[in-house]
């Protein structure tokens, strides 16, 4: 997702309270239980985009502190609008290559990370770039704690079948794999949409999902 470059976009996001300013990101490992009003666990998702999936699940979840990241500033700005419609305090966001994710987070310091409708850099060369690929779990090993676990969604069968290889690789254990999420009423309970999850259940794309630990 991309959207049109927003003018001042970049001034938004460097005057607004719920954006961790860029020249204190690596600052952050180590501290992120003290940047919110409670200390209490640590849920992240990566690719936020518009930031409709991690407003409500901060809403519902207030016994959790959430951080969404975000690469572009023209979408990040539509998830601080929410939050300037509806503030809330367990909810922060970060503008970055989640590459450079355990500049910013502690050994262990997360305890799920989030995953929804990433981008399938379909080239092989770009295969490395994906989300759930064997480099980014790497970087999920160390910023996870021991207990934590990975949630992933995403309507393409392509990327499903890649990141399933790939967990394997690394001998991830997966709690729960589905091709058809919408079609288990269990696994749908406490589900929250995303806007893709969104758009692309409605043309009748059936939404694979793992949830994966080591
Ligand atoms: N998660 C949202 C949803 O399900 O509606 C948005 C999905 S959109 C296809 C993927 C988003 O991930 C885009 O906004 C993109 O900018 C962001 N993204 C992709 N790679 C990223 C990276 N390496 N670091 C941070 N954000 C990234």
């Known amino acids: 997702m991309r959207l049109r470059n927003i003018s001042g976009s970049r001034e938004a996001i460097a005057e607004s309270p719920y954006v961790i300013p860029e020249a ?21 998702e990566i690719g936020m985009g518009k930031g409709r999936f991690i407003h409500t699940m901060a809403k519902e979840h207030p016994d959790v502190n959430f951080v969404g990241i975000e690469k572009y500033s023209s979408v990040l700005l539509r998830a601080i609008q929410k939050m300037e419609e509806e503030e809330l305090p367990n909810l922060k ?5 989640a590459e450079n994710i355990t500049d910013v987070f502690g050994k ?4 799920r990370i989030y995953l929804n409708f990433s981008d399938p850099w379909p080239k ?3 295969a490395k770039r ?15 704690d021991k207990d934590g676990w990975v949630e992933f969604k995403t309507d393409n069968r392509d990327l499903f079948d890649f990141a399933l290889e790939e967990m394997k690789e690394r001998d991830w254990k997966a ?13 749908m309970k406490g589900n929250v949409m995303t806007e893709y999850e969104e758009r692309f259940s409605s043309q009748g794309n059936p939404i694979c999902k793992y949830i994966i630990r080591r």
């Open 24 to 44: 204190e990101l690596t600052q952050c490992p180590g501290t992120w239980a003290e940047r919110f009003e409670k200390k209490q666990p640590l849920f992240i």
């Open 93 to 97: 966001f970060i503008r970055m290559d």
């Open 108 to 111: 262990g310091e997360v305890n």
């Open 124 to 126: 092989d060369r770009h």
């Open 130 to 144: 994906r989300l759930p690929s064997k480099e980014f779990l790497d970087r999920y090993d160390y910023i996870l």
């Open 175 to 187: 709690d729960v794999v589905t091709f058809d999420l919408h079609a288990d009423e269990e696994l």
